[in-house]
């Protein structure tokens, strides 16, 4: 069992009121909070050893170095990736998948295929669509049905010698559908295609081992698991690391320069190019120390528990449709009340100290799918209590009064 009330004390924000009510907070789908540990990491190396990294001989530069490798160390280990190389420091998930889909062009030829799925966030889609554009190459989806499920039949036929990468989300960050990522890199390999992992959703929920997945990338972002925003990490197969050209030409990615031709580091260094985000790399691995601290397991099994009480009252309020009722889900619940738009109800819990999301949570196919402008999406995490899901069920009552 967690100690709750010890943990929420970790989150100074959580501590403080909004509109005159004390904050619920259930947007961590969006972000997460920042426990007083990761805040004083940011600036504890700003006030202690701030100086650049991998380029100094002094005492500072040795010391931030060491910091930010030490990072890498966790945050493989973490994932269980196999060197430390194979962990590359991005800006977020973003960049990560951008990183990969820019250098998948040197791979691709018209006629070969990508495949995505309809449950993607936007990030996971555009990318690809751009490699497309540049390739002659043919963007695939795999389909959804009604429970926010990808068809697994469907995905398979799909497949086929033409099919060069499948990427796709580890959990939905609109429905919370977690999908079967195990089955879809086990397929895809069988016909020779890579895998990429879009796992920004699921690392804040669950600890995702790189060896037993067994795909050739895996993205995430530190600002969703209790870390700070602007940093991200690219898990990738040492040899399709190897064999990507760079995504970014400057300092510290190169092995030697002239006016003639230049050479490229070793991993991972071939592809962070420039002065690193240091501090807030040096602070993520203190987020994965902290999450480990409380045990993922832990985290996992309680968030579960929030799961099952907010579905279960929800639906008590009439009207209330939720979007996504996969069997295997992360504690996201996505719902409309009647006809009611998503925005209005924001608006009115907002006014009552609760933070939800609301729109098409840059996922609009699937709103499109199910013929919907967007929902409002109420994320939890494992500092989120029982009592706050109940004065959300208030304050809904209470808009969906005001608003009928």
Same mark, same amino acid.
Not at 119 to 139: D, K, M, Y
Not at 207 to 228: L, N, R, T, V
Not at 285 to 292: E, F, K, R, V
Not at 309 to 323: A, S
């Given at each position: 069992?967690?100690?709750? !009330? ?9 501590? +403080? ?15 997460? +909070?920042? $426990? ?25 530069? +040795? ?38 889909? !820019? ?7 018209? *006629? ?14 555009? $990318?690809? =669509?751009?490699?497309?554009e540049r390739t002659g190459a043919t963007l ?45 890199? #086990? ?10 992992? /879009? ?11 790189? =060896? #037993? ?16 925003? *602007? ?16 995504? =970014? ?16 580091? /070793?991993? $991972? ?35 579960? #528990? ?9 639906? #008590? ?36 100290g609760i933070a939800v999301r609301t729109g ?13 402008? *967007? ?30």
């Amino acid at each position: 069992m967690l100690d709750i !009330s010890t943990i929420r004390n970790d989150f100074p924000i959580l501590s +403080q009121q909004v509109n005159g009510k004390p904050l619920v907070y259930f947007d961590n789908g969006a972000t997460s +909070q920042k $426990p007083q540990v990761v805040i004083d990491a940011i600036s504890d190396y700003y006030e202690q050893i701030n100086a650049n990294i991998h380029r100094g001989v002094h005492t500072l530069s +040795q010391l931030a170095t060491d910091a930010y490798e030490e990072s890498r160390l966790k945050i493989q280990k973490h994932i269980n990736a196999k060197f430390s190389h194979e962990v590359i420091f991005t800006s977020g998930t973003t960049h990560a998948i951008n990183l990969v889909a !820019s250098g998948f062009a040197a791979f691709l030829k018209p *006629g070969d295929e990508v495949l995505v799925s309809a449950l993607e966030h936007h990030s996971n889609i555009v $990318p690809w =669509q751009f490699l497309c554009e540049r390739t002659g190459a043919t963007l695939k989806v795999i389909p959804m049905n009604l429970d926010g499920e990808l068809i697994m039949t469907e995905y398979v036929s799909l497949l086929s010698e033409r099919t060069k990468i499948v990427s796709v989300n580890h959990i939905s960050n609109a429905l919370g559908t977690i999908n079967p990522i195990k089955f879809i890199t #086990e397929k895809a390999h069988e016909f020779g295609a890579a895998v990429l992992i /879009d796992g920004a959703q699921a690392m804040p929920h669950l600890k995702a081992d790189m =060896q #037993e997945i067994d795909c050739e990338f895996y993205a995430f972002s530190a600002h969703k698991m209790c870390g700070p925003t *602007g940093v991200g990490i690219l898990y990738g197969k040492e040899e399709w690391l190897n064999k990507l050209p760079p995504y =970014q030409g400057g300092g510290e990615m190169i092995k030697e320069v002239s006016f003639e031709r230049s050479t490229y580091a /070793d991993l $991972p260094h071939k592809f962070e190019a420039g002065t690193p985000n240091i501090a807030d790399g040096i602070a993520f691995g203190t987020a994965i120390d902290y999450l480990n601290g409380i045990g993922m397991d832990n985290i996992a099994a309680y968030e579960n #528990e929030l799961l099952a009480y907010g579905t279960k009252r929800l639906l #008590e309020i009439d009207g209330l449709k939720i979007w996504g009722t996969s069997l295997e889900k992360a504690p996201v619940i996505s719902f409309n009340i009647g006809t009611i738009h998503p925005y209005d109800i924001g608006t009115i819990v907002d006014k009552l100290g609760i933070a939800v999301r609301t729109g098409h949570h840059c996922a609009q196919p699937i709103m499109n799918f199910c013929n919907i402008v *967007g929902t409002i999406r109420a994320s939890f995490s494992f500092y989120n209590t029982k009592e706050e899901i109940d004065l959300l069920v208030d304050a809904l009552i209470r808009a969906k009064t005001m608003l009928s």
